[in-house]
């Protein structure tokens, strides 16, 4: 990392540790430039991919049934949820498995017996096209906006109440929310021994608005702010992947127990907010 005095700076456990605690979950561009990195990987082999589509209409029950299973199933199987607005017809869950394919099927037992889902569909993929098909096609959205929160504990009805006519709500057909389970590896880890604290969370919650035309925009930020705002009684704090320029207290909300420790960070790397953006994490507490 090049910090902002010039200087060329290794990172690691035994070089650095404040800086290379700071840059695992600390946001990125705080506090310097990173120009390498060295990872330590692990053997992937061929995975299994899944996905399983119901009637809108089942949305609050399959909802629920997912946040009581997902977090909690085996860890070697992951499996995100969306709920777009009614207009879609159907609501989604894709899933990975690292597993054997004869095992899928007991492990996704309890979220096929939530609603009335169509057949899931499984097919074999190698970790990298499994990777590619996860991340969506290429290229870039025009416009959007993106908002989140952390869920420590399974919604109650009204949460699920409130996301659902919000989604009713929803301005465009491409809006949706999605839903993230955690727990697992990310879990095993103290809140504590990287920046990124939400370890203890059981989901996020993704807020996305998206349109095309920029006569549109006030429309989709407005949905956006507003379904955040209403499930603020069930929620905490947001991820700083998904940032929100107009995030209230966002250093809080990002970074929780873990700020005043990045605040110390910042300012002895970068005291005068060389590397300074919006929502740039300050050298003090209380100095943005």
């Known amino acids: 990392l090049v910090d902002a005095d010039g200087r060329r700076l290794h990172a690691s456990d035994d070089e650095n540790a404040d800086l290379f605690w700071a840059l695992r979950g600390g946001g990125g ?7 390498a990195f060295t990872f330590r990987t692990v053997p992937a082999g061929n995975v299994l991919l899944c996905a399983i589509s119901w009637p809108w209409e089942d949305a609050p029950e399959v909802l629920d049934a997912w946040q009581r299973w997902a977090p ?19 609501i989604s869950a894709t899933a990975l498995f690292t597993g054997a394919a004869g095992e899928l099927t007991s ?21 990298l096209d499994a990777t590619r098909y996860l991340g969506g096609p290429g290229g870039a959205h025009a416009r959007f906006k993106n908002a989140s929160g952390f869920a420590n504990a399974p919604l109650p009805p009204a949460a699920i109440t409130t996301l659902v006519d ?20 990310i879990a095993a880890v103290d809140p504590a021994a990287t920046a990124y ?12 608005a998206y349109w095309w035309d920029v006569a549109d925009a006030a429309v989709g930020i407005a949905w956006t702010r507003g ?7 069930y929620t905490a704090g947001a ?25 110390r960070v910042k300012a002895a790397y970068d005291p005068d907010n060389l590397f300074a953006a919006p929502q740039t994490i300050p050298a003090a507490l209380g100095s943005r």
């Open 239 to 263: 991820y700083v992947n998904y940032i929100d320029a107009d995030l209230p207290d966002w250093a809080r909300a990002y970074y929780g127990s873990n700020l005043a420790r990045l605040t």
């Open 107 to 127: 492990l996704l037992a309890p979220i096929l017996r939530a609603g009335s889902p169509g057949p899931p569909q499984v097919w074999p993929a190698t970790w």
């Open 29 to 35: 561009g705080n506090f310097g430039i990173a120009t």
């Open 166 to 185: 919000w989604l009713r709500a929803a301005p465009v057909g491409q809006d949706l929310v999605g839903f993230f389970p955690l727990r697992g590896a």
């Open 197 to 208: 604290v939400h370890r203890r969370a059981l989901f996020d919650l993704q807020y996305q």
């Open 72 to 90: 909690f199933v085996d860890p070697r199987l992951t499996c995100g949820f969306a709920i777009g607005p009614p207009s879609d017809g159907v």
């Open 227 to 233: 379904i955040r705002d209403a499930m603020l009684p």
